[in-house]
């Protein structure tokens, strides 16, 4: 599939249509809504229409943490994923952060996707999905239960 250049990204503030995007990237409406109030939602839009999400939420002075990170599922596999991460490590280095950190699924595609885009990995969060999430997490088949814990240095 040929890609797509996202020409425009902004901060916007929550609203019910980004709620879609935000829980297929986290099925918990409660840590969603645990994180938001210290983040800044970015919006990736084309011809004005929101085709992808992300979150950076502020862990401490000197770490952002993208916390939640979505794409449309009929804009996906067009590099729009790629761009964002790309936008959300460039906003961070604009904030003056030192770091910049996630967690997803070890050994997912997520994982390799942020490692391609710099990321490396700081640690792993034993059975974190067994957890903190009620329903099972499944990627490809496979049941997810650690988090692998990654970031950059800026
Ligand atoms: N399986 C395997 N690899 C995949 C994939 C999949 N389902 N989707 C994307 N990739 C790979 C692509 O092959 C591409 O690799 P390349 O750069 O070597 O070609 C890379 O990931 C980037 O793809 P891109 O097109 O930029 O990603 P995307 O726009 O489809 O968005 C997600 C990626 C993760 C944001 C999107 O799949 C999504 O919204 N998923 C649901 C929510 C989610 O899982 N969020 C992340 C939580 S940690």
Not at 53 to 77: F, M, P, W
């Amino acid at each position: 599939m040929d890609s797509i250049e996202i020409k425009q990204i902004r901060k916007i503030d929550e609203e019910p249509s980004l709620w879609k995007l935000l829980l297929s990237a986290d099925p918990s409406k409660e840590l969603i809504e645990q994180y938001l109030p210290a983040s800044k939602i970015y919006v990736a839009l084309l011809n004005r229409k929101i085709v992808g999400e992300y979150v950076l939420t502020t862990i401490s002075s000197d770490v952002l943490e993208l916390k939640n990170i979505a794409v449309d599922e009929n804009y996906q596999h067009q590099g729009i994923g790629k761009q964002l991460i790309l936008d959300a490590i460039h906003k961070a280095k604009e904030e003056g952060v030192k770091k910049i950190e996630v967690g997803t699924g070890k050994d997912t595609f997520q994982q390799s996707l942020y490692q391609k885009c710099g990321f490396q990995i700081i640690g792993i969060d034993k059975d974190f999905f067994k957890k903190h999430y009620k329903e099972e997490i499944i990627e490809n088949g496979v049941t997810v239960t650690d988090m692998i814990r990654l970031a950059i240095n800026l």
